[in-house]
């Protein structure tokens, strides 16, 4: 009856071993995973598409539209950390301009949080040479931030980028609000015009 019993716990713990490291291991892969740091671009193309090689740069310049076709100017760019939303650094330029092209206001905006960041599947398109970062470190995705404008006005900017086999629910662009006003119409990329494009790296590794 002893020997049956010992076998019985001896099978039991070794049948739980797996159990035991895989939780750990699962529990490891999602710690490295909140440990990674990424760098957000609205990127300049040069030449644009379709020409070819083509250079990723940053510094580029991204718009969208209110409802009644008022638009908003971003460049941009920055960090962040997964497990530390508050742990940001950058921001950039804006402009907004009414429908009939008049400037009504400018200045600069500075990103205060992580709301939230969804890597997305996608490599780099072919021709494009990165001069931000390794070509391996690109990612596709959508990060939320909270800003600060210069005028002393929050809002929110939105990020997303769609690389080569990404899904085409996900737009390439940005929006954005401020105070009470939603940029949500983003402005599409177009070939033969530096303008509209995004990019994520990955800093750390995943």
């Not at 971003?74 to 330029?93: C, I």
């Not at 040479?129 to 931030?145: K, Q």
Request: net charge neutral.
């Amino acid at each position: 009856m002893k020997t049956n019993r010992r076998s019985f716990l001896a099978g039991t713990i070794l049948l739980s071993l797996p159990l035991v490291f895989g939780s750990y291991a699962s529990r490891g892969r999602n710690q490295d995973r909140h440990r990674n740091t990424f760098r957000w671009d609205i990127i300049s193309l040069q030449p644009p598409p379709p020409a070819a090689p083509r250079d990723v740069l940053p510094g580029g310049i991204a718009s969208a539209l209110t409802n009644n076709g008022s638009r908003i100017t971003l460049t941009g760019s920055g960090t962040f950390e997964l497990e530390k939303p508050g742990k940001v650094a950058g921001g950039g330029t804006f402009e907004i301009h009414d429908k009939t092209g008049a400037l009504r206001v400018s200045g600069n905006y500075e990103v205060t949080r992580l709301v939230r960041f969804e890597v997305a599947p996608g490599t780099t398109p072919d021709g494009n040479v990165d001069r931000i970062a390794p070509p391996e470190t690109v990612r596709a995705g959508l990060a939320v931030f909270e800003i600060q404008y210069s005028d002393d006005t929050a809002g929110t900017l939105v990020v997303s980028c769609h690389l080569m086999g990404t899904s085409d629910a996900v737009f390439e662009g940005i929006t954005a609000t401020k105070d009470f006003v939603g940029f949500w119409n983003r402005e599409a990329p177009a070939n033969g015009v530096d303008a509209n494009r995004t990019a994520f790296h990955s800093l750390s590794d995943d």
